[in-house]
T-cell receptor, first 117, second 112 residues
Framework: DTGVSQDPRHKITKRGQNVTFRCDPI?????LYWYRQTLGQGPEFLTY????????KSRLLSDRFSAERPKGSFSTLEIQRTEQGDSAMYLC???????????????FGPGTRLLVL | KQEVTQIPAALSVPEGENLVLNCSFT??????LQWFRQDPGKGLTSLLL?????REQTSGRLNASLDKSSGRSTLYIAASQPGDSATYLC???????????FGKGTSLLVTP
């Protein structure tokens, strides 16, 4: 169990550019989540995958955001035409579908910190 | 929409003190509640998870309680240490989904 990993850890981009982040969940975890956290706030839910299916999306996930999990393993989060308001920490979490849902713990990665200039 | 509030926003205590962090939530139809720790610039570490049917959970010096009917949870830290300094986040999962709804956290500083 190597934990949830995210790449890159830091990204600086100019407004209008596209960025893509990657998340590798704990192996055999079939549930994967993306959250966004801005300074001084708690994380906000963006989207949820069960295997390769995207089952839940927040209203925060505008048309410029797209997430995929093509083979039910790693996931990518792409932001198109970045805006300064997209600057935040993007967190990925995973959990095991084998656990009973009410005891299911989400394990978080270290996050990708995005700065849009 | 589930609103999660944490009080206080910040807390500074001398080493060795026992302390209580508070979390309240508006929708009592929860499935579970988790407490996390976050160090500056880092991801989240899960501390305790309480099922909706449980009243409390303990791990070492940490004890978390849940009163679903009143929409409250507390995290009790015994004999605090400087290494406990971090932000503590409360998160609630509703019956109806998988998303965690987070509070803004309590920033704890334990001074030697």
């Amino acid at each position: 169990d190597t934990g949830v990993s995210q790449d890159p850890r830091h990204k600086i981009t100019k407004r209008g550019q596209n960025v893509t982040f990657r998340c590798d969940p704990i192996s055999e975890h079939n549930r994967l989540y993306w959250y966004r956290q801005t300074l001084g706030q708690g994380p906000e839910f963006l989207t949820y995958f069960q295997n390769e299916a995207q089952l839940e999306k927040s209203r925060l996930l505008s048309d410029r955001f797209s997430a995929e999990r093509p083979k039910g393993s790693f996931s990518t989060l792409e932001i198109q035409r970045t805006e300064q308001g997209d600057s935040a920490m993007y967190l990925c979490a995973s959990s095991s579908g084998q656990a009973l849902r009410f005891v299911e713990t989400q394990y978080f990665g270290p996050g990708t910190r995005l700065l849009v200039l | 929409k589930q609103e999660v509030t944490q009080i206080p926003a910040a807390l500074s205590v001398p080493e060795g003190e026992n302390l209580v962090l508070n979390c309240s939530f508006t929708d009592s139809a929860i499935y579970n509640l988790q407490w996390f720790r976050q160090d500056p610039g880092k991801g989240l570490t899960s501390l305790l998870l309480i099922q909706s049917s449980q009243r409390e959970q303990t791990s070492g010096r940490l004890n978390a309680s849940l009163d679903k009917s009143s929409g409250r949870s507390t995290l009790y830290i015994a004999a605090s240490q400087p290494g406990d300094s971090a932000t503590y986040l409360c998160a609630v999962r509703l019956d109806s989904g998988y998303a965690l709804n987070f509070g803004k956290g309590t920033s704890l500083l334990v001074t030697p």
